[in-house]
């Protein structure tokens, strides 16, 4: 039998759920600064820069939360089976994924826990390649790095020889529990690391019902063409991104400062939130020295860079440990989010 669970979170549920999954929304420091998801390297040849990972982006739209208008309570999960309808309780819910034709496979804790990638809290480069090589379809979530562990020199090293090369680092990265292809761009003052999607995770064009290209294969005259270039050039401008604003959101956030400067707020008794996890540090390898070792191409660089990988292979297996118990505990807390409806049977393998 299916299970399911009706859905309204707190605020501070969901921002909690989004910062332990992608790093939005985490807690800001006692200076205000965005806390650091995680502290580690960047890995290319024998070079390691010591870095922080920071969430680049931030919540700003409206959240609403579903209240009890009786007792201005906030309404939380309840897990429901799709067929009858009754609530299910957690021990009697498991996981399985549905292979198709009505069969499921099921997959304990366990067996999901050991097939999480090994963390190592590396950004380990595999290639470096053209900025404009890789197409805006694939960007995914931009995080910040910063240089931690007296690695600023290196770091801003690596920054301004991406910039003179036009070129961008193509990394893998585990963060959470998650592998991630990742681009290493240099912007502005600092080094971005912009989470890509697997490839199969794009749609092919194949799919939609699209003009061929050229003019003459579309049906264009060259008339309608030199019209629509001069209608772009015309319009051409450059981008601010302070002239956009969320029109929906500012309007939302003027008629409640409306409403509750006219007392019509409503108090709420908010949730204890849960205890914050502290970012943990890496250990990361002499900076200055793998970098002058790579260069003369010497013999120490190797004992070097094996070392480093010891270094990363203990840290890796610390913060598994401690991943696979905090994993284990969202696994029980952390409800479905799919709707009540009825679901034909299905069977389990």
Do not use: C
């Not at 921002?15 to 205000?32: H, V």
């Not at 995080?143 to 680092?169: F, I, N, S, T």
């Amino acid at each position: 039998m299916a299970a399911t669970s009706t859905r309204t979170p707190s605020t501070a549920s969901r921002a909690r759920a989004r910062a332990g999954k992608s790093g939005r929304g985490a807690a800001p420091s006692a200076k205000g600064a965005p806390r650091a998801l995680w502290k580690g390297a960047i890995s290319f040849g024998l070079v390691h820069v010591p870095v922080a990972l920071y969430p680049a982006t931030r919540e700003h739209g409206i959240d609403f939360d579903w209240l009890d208008k009786r007792s201005m309570d906030p309404v939380g999960y309840k897990r429901v089976n799709k067929r009858t309808g009754r609530e299910v309780t957690r021990d009697h819910i498991v996981k399985g994924v549905d292979t198709g034709g009505g069969d499921y496979v099921l997959l304990s804790e366990d067996e999901i826990s050991r097939a999480y990638p090994r963390t190592t809290r590396t950004i380990a480069i595999e290639s470096f390649v053209p900025a404009d090589a890789i197409p805006f379809i694939y960007l995914d979530r931009p995080y910040y790095l910063a240089p931690v562990d007296r690695g600023a020199k290196v770091y801003a090293l690596l920054r301004e020889a991406l910039r003179q090369a036009g070129k961008v680092g193509v990394a893998r990265v585990v963060i959470q529990t998650r592998e991630h292809l990742a681009m290493l761009v240099p912007t502005g003052p600092g080094l971005v690391l912009n989470l890509l999607r697997w490839s199969e995770d794009i749609r092919p064009w194949s799919a939609l019902d699209l003009p061929p290209q050229g003019l003459k294969q579309a049906g264009l005259s060259s008339s309608e063409m030199k019209m629509a270039t001069r209608l772009i050039e015309d319009m051409g401008d450059s981008f601010d991104p302070g002239d956009f604003h969320d029109a929906f959101t500012e309007r939302i956030r003027a008629l409640i400062k409306r409403k509750s400067a006219a007392g019509k707020a409503r108090h709420v008794t908010e949730l204890e939130p849960l205890e914050d996890e502290a970012p943990q540090e890496s250990n990361v390898v002499d900076l200055t020295e793998l970098l002058q070792r790579s260069l003369r191409g010497g013999k120490g660089a190797a004992s070097a860079a094996r070392a480093g990988a010891k270094r990363a292979t203990a840290a890796g297996k610390t913060a598994k440990t401690a991943r696979t118990a905090k994993t284990a505990t969202i696994a029980k807390k952390a409800p479905s989010r799919k709707t009540a409806a009825r679901a034909p049977t299905r069977r389990v393998a």
